[in-house]
């Protein structure tokens, strides 16, 4: 079974809102760190949002104001809040869970696909 399990994605109208969890409790490692990517259609995939274990976050400026990261490190469980969604935020988005660097291998979800249409 998958370690790392992203949900919440869906068809959304512009405008409005959808909230990811991504849930990495099958990894046997304490996550130095989580992230949100995504990957729109034609493009390379990118970050979106990163929430350290020492609370440090970072959210990319096409998102920022409309974005939250939210979360618990020690749970491997974090959420990804978008309000105000444009089509442009059309993408497959992707969790990863990550160790202290040095200490072992990223581990990537499958990714769930977000859809802003009218």
């Known amino acids: 079974q998958a370690q790392v399990v992203e949900s919440g994605g869906g068809l959304v109208q512009p405008g409005g809102s959808l909230r990811l969890t991504c849930s990495a409790s099958?990894?046997?490692?304490?996550?130095?760190?989580m992230a949100w990517y995504r990957r729109a259609p034609g493009r390379q995939r990118e970050l979106v949002a990163v929430l350290a274990r020492n609370g440090y976050i970072n959210i990319v400026d096409s998102v920022k104001g409309r974005f939250t990261i939210s979360g618990d490190i020690a749970a491997k469980t974090i959420y990804l809040q978008m309000d105000k969604l444009k089509p442009e935020d059309t993408a497959v988005y992707y969790c990863?869970?990550?160790?202290?660097?040095?200490?072992?291998?990223?581990?990537w979800g499958q990714g769930t696909q977000v859809t802003v249409s009218s």
């Open positions: 990863n869970a990550a160790p202290r660097p040095g200490t072992g291998v990223t581990v």
């Open positions: 099958r990894i046997i490692f304490n996550p130095n760190s």
